[in-house]
């Protein structure tokens, strides 16, 4: 039975299962002073199935990386970035902004899990009309804005629409993920390594609570920082965890119906700082060349002006870095007086050491 949606969709009438009730179970709580949080619910059973991806999704990044262009809180490092490719996408690509908000929380239909594009776009081109349309009206939900024509044909599986779609995922991968694919693939593995090293090292809720800075654990609930208060039950199923080159912004979770909730966090080292795989030493992989100079440095403690001229950088640059860093759990900082202090901690020491 089809029931005509309040965004101008028509969408099936199913029945959620009990699995996607608790796992889209939202709260509209403030989290502490204000600030929003994300929280997952996880059982002992959660924590014994949380996996990281073997590999990075095009897809995945695509739509993310759709989203960066039109953030305007940004990170500093993705400024040349975002002006470059800006200008450079190319019109083909562009009906994908109708479709993608900045916040990266777009139809989930746009960005299957797969290893390769031929895979993933036959994955899109091949979705249930009815997770289309039910994907499309959670969008126009989400952003507050009416479905355009294009998205309202979309829906009705219009052929020409369809086609429209297909060539924009084709155009924008070409311009935004392939030419940088093989840095996505090395800082991937990096990041994959050093978060496995963690899981070894310090344990699993550790290596979660480090995903954001100011990430910890309430009992057996994970808060994470957040554009929006949200709680999700991960009810036995685990979690699949994804780190993205690309995307700058808090964390983001894709339900599914019948595997584990994925979560996709920002990497360790966004894409601008990431050099070619065949010019970086292993830590410079993950952390970037001029990040992990500055690791290096701060084997001892200096301050944010002699990171800055021991690097070559502006003061505002060398901070910026610092803050990467101790977002990390790689350094700590202090201050004394108008002087602020860093120095590595011992999983930057640890780290170190490894490379």
């Known amino acids: 039975m089809r029931s005509p949606s309040t965004t101008g969709f028509t969408a099936w009438d199913a029945r959620p299962t009990i699995a996607m009730v608790s796992v889209l179970a939202e709260s509209n709580a403030r989290g502490e002073r204000g600030k929003a949080l994300l929280r997952l619910r996880f059982t002992a059973e959660d924590l014994l199935q949380v996996t990281f991806a073997g590999h990075p999704a095009p897809l995945m990044e695509l739509g993310?990386?759709?989203?960066?262009?039109?953030?305007?809180?940004?990170?500093?490092?993705?400024?040349?970035?975002?002006?470059?490719?800006?200008?450079?996408?190319?019109?083909?690509?562009?009906?994908?902004?109708?479709?993608?908000?900045?916040?990266?929380?777009?139809?989930?239909?746009?960005?299957?899990?797969?290893?390769?594009l031929e895979d993933g776009l036959d994955l899109v081109m091949s979705a249930p009309s009815s997770f289309v349309c039910s994907e499309l009206e959670r969008a126009c939900t989400i952003t507050g804005l009416p479905p355009t024509l294009w998205m309202r044909q979309l829906a009705k599986q219009e052929h020409a629409a369809w086609r429209v779609l297909g060539d924009a995922l084709g155009a924008a991968h070409a311009c935004l993920v392939e030419p940088a694919w093989a840095r996505i693939r090395s800082g991937f593995d990096a990041e994959h390594a050093w978060r496995t090293r963690m899981v070894a090292d310090l344990g699993i809720q550790v290596t979660l609570a480090g995903l954001t800075p100011r990430g910890r654990w309430r009992g057996t609930t994970l808060e994470l920082d957040a554009a929006d208060t949200r709680e999700f039950i991960l009810n036995g199923r685990g979690l699949l965890l994804l780190p993205s080159m690309i995307w700058a912004g808090t964390p983001l979770v894709a339900p599914t119906a019948d595997g584990p909730t994925l979560l996709i966090y920002s990497a360790i080292t966004p894409l601008p700082l990431l050099d070619a795989p065949a010019d970086a030493d292993p830590l410079a992989t993950l952390l970037g060349r001029t990040r992990a100079a500055a690791l290096r440095l701060l084997t001892r403690a200096h301050t944010t002006t002699d990171i800055a001229r021991a690097l070559g950088v502006s003061r505002s640059s060398a901070s910026e870095h610092a803050t990467a860093l101790r977002n990390a759990r790689l350094i700590t900082t202090r201050r004394e007086g108008k002087v602020v202090w860093h120095a590595c901690t011992p999983l930057g020491l640890d780290l170190l050491r490894a490379r």
């Open 64 to 116: 993310l990386a759709v989203a960066m262009l039109q953030r305007c809180d940004a990170p500093a490092v993705f400024g040349s970035w975002q002006q470059r490719l800006q200008h450079a996408l190319p019109g083909s690509a562009r009906p994908l902004l109708e479709l993608i908000p900045p916040s990266g929380k777009g139809p989930l239909f746009l960005d299957p899990m797969s290893r390769g």
